[in-house]
C-alpha cells in the first residue's frame, strides 16, 4: 500500500487527509510540507486526519515524529485523528509537548475540532 497526503484549505485550519500505510521516512517529509504551507498560508492550526492510514509505528519512531512536530510546528496547534482501531500510545503527543510543541492524537474528530479551536473542554 503506498502513502499518499492532500492538504485542503479550510476557514479556520488547514486539513491534511493521509492514506496508505505508516512509513516514517515519508511521515517525517510530509510534517515538513505540512508545516510550511502552514507558515506560507499563515494558517494557525492543523488537522491530520490519519484514519485511513494502516500499519503500525514503533515507540522510536512516534518518539521521531513527536520531535519532528516540536521542530517544525513549534506553536502552530497541531492536531492528528487517528482510527478508532489504531493503537494509540500518545507519546508522538507527549514528546512534542515536553517540547514546547501544541500537539494532540485523538480517535475523536469532535475533540480535534474542540483542541483546534482552543476548547479543550
Known sequence: ???HFQIEEQPDHLLVRVEGEWQMQRLLKMLDE???VCRQLGYLSVLIDCREVRGHLSEADRYLAGTRMAEKFGKIRLA????LDAAMTKFAERVAVARGAAVLVTKDPDEAQRWLRGDRS
Open 1 to 3: 500500500m503506498t502513502w
Open 34 to 36: 505540512v508545516s510550511m
Open 80 to 83: 492528528a485523528l487517528l482510527s
